[in-house]
């Protein structure tokens, strides 16, 4: 049996038995998809709620459906935050669908000592990369939808922890000396990790030096220099391996 289909809504489109779909959603159903009355869909709201719902009618601008059946799925309680430092060009968009595939609940950019990249614009940033998440979260069959907050300066971002909530600290590092694998399995009850990643030409000694006062691990991904956006996609498969 195939996948049904999935979009994200939001609560306020649920009344009574019937879900209304609306915005970009509608033309993706019915002009790429080119789906129709009867075909069944499945709904989620973020929050673990999901909803197998049948076409009713497809309109200029919305598509109404039934309800079929619902269910509830518990949102997994570990959480994973990336401090992402700004990269140049599209890398981003490319970290931010990657990081969602690979489980983090908030992406944070960030503006380091080697951020080269000057963001004009950024609203409409913020804006883009929460529809890649949103998308991103859609293909990989994720039931919530990781944040993408605002942009913070890496001084900023490092001094927001509450040292009670005891998250795992991890700054990946080109000159860090502690195998990230050993971290991880000396903390195998970690429910709340932070991830730092540099942009291109990684983070400086001031910033390690700073982070690691902080109680951040400076940790090595291995004897390559990784691009900024491979150490992403790499730090977050190892977490993945040792926790999910």
Known sequence: MSRLPRFFISSGQVSGGTILIAGEDVRHIAMVMRMKAGDELLLCDGKGTEYT???ADIGRSDVKTEIVSQSKKEIRKFRITLGQGLPKSDKMDFIVQKATELGV??????????????????EKRIVRWQKIAREAAMQSNRIDIPQVEHLMKFSDF??????????????????????????????????????????EGGHSSAE?????????????????????ETAAVAVLSMIGYEYL
């Open 105 to 122: 609940s908030n992406i944070v950019p960030l503006v380091t000592a080697r951020t080269i990249v000057k963001i004009k614009d950024e």
């Open 53 to 55: 719902v049948k076409i």
């Open 158 to 199: 490092i001094e927001t922890f509450d040292a009670r909530s005891r998250p795992l600290l991890l700054l990946s590092w080109e000159e860090g000396t502690e195998p990230i694998k050993n971290i991880l399995r000396q903390n195998p009850e970690a429910q709340d990790i932070i991830v730092l990643i540099g942009p």
């Open 208 to 228: 390690a030096m700073a982070a690691r006062d902080k109680g951040f691990h400076l940790v090595s991904l291995g004897p390559n220099i990784l691009r900024t």
